[in-house]
Antibody
């Protein structure tokens, strides 16, 4: 059974860079899945940040694209999120999630069937 | 980007009630719609994918319908464990920019 676990600093200073990692266990990050980051500000709804395939292909939310980098480390079976120039508006619970590819095209996936437990990140000085 | 609009934002209901939540897409998304349930402090849980397919292990009182731009999630007989917030999500758009609806909180009446 695949499990996802987020990790990273819980506090980031304004104008700094938020960095999180999602460790994949019980399966390979090189399987046919897109790996995503989703966030949820306190008391608010869900916002998709972006995704990565093990080849390194990425797609990002247009509203965050200029500040987001998602990368994959196949040797560690994990993927990472970097969000630059953060402000208080970036305070949120950050989740990683999996979407399985529907063959034959890499463009089409199923919905998010596996999620991490989430990690709270606060942007404050 | 494709915008997803859920209604109502809050719903008060009693155990045993039939509950319906609506989700509208700003353009056609075929059947590429999912429904999630989220409880406080927990990650979302997939209930329905491809508009009407029930995720394994999800009770059959949950059902989804619709295609194009109009979708519904129905709970046929609300149970105590169902009080939660529900989100719709479109996926597999041309741009692969995934978006969620604003959520519907189902409260005890």
């Amino acid at each position: 059974q695949v499990q996802l676990q987020e990790s990273g600093p819980g506090l980031v200073k304004p104008s700094g860079t938020l960095s999180l990692t999602c460790a994949v266990s019980g399966g390979s990050i090189s399987s046919s899945n897109w790996w995503s980051w989703v966030r949820q500000p306190p008391g608010k709804g869900l916002e998709w940040i972006g995704e990565i395939y093990h080849s390194g292909s990425t797609n990002y939310n247009p509203s965050l694209k200029s500040r987001v980098t998602i990368s994959v480390d196949k040797s560690k079976n994990q993927f990472s999120l970097k969000l630059s120039s953060v402000t208080a508006a970036d305070t949120a619970v950050y989740y990683c999630a999996r979407a399985t590819v529907i063959p034959p095209s890499l463009h089409y996936t199923d919905a998010f069937d596996i999620w991490g437990q989430g990690t709270m990140v606060t942007v404050s000085s | 980007d494709i915008q997803m609009t859920q209604s109502p934002s809050t719903l008060s209901a009693s155990v045993g009630d039939r509950v319906t939540i609506t989700c509208r897409a700003s353009q056609s998304i075929s059947s590429w719609l999912a429904w999630y349930q989220q409880k406080p402090g927990k990650a979302p849980k997939l209930l329905i994918y491809k508009a009407s397919s029930l995720e394994s292990g999800v009770p059959s009182r949950f059902s989804g319908s619709g295609s194009g731009t109009e979708f519904t999630l129905t709970i046929s007989s609300l149970q105590p464990d169902d009080f939660a917030t529900y989100y719709c999500q479109q996926y597999n758009s041309y741009s692969r920019a995934l978006t969620f609806g604003g959520g519907t909180k189902v409260e005890i009446k």
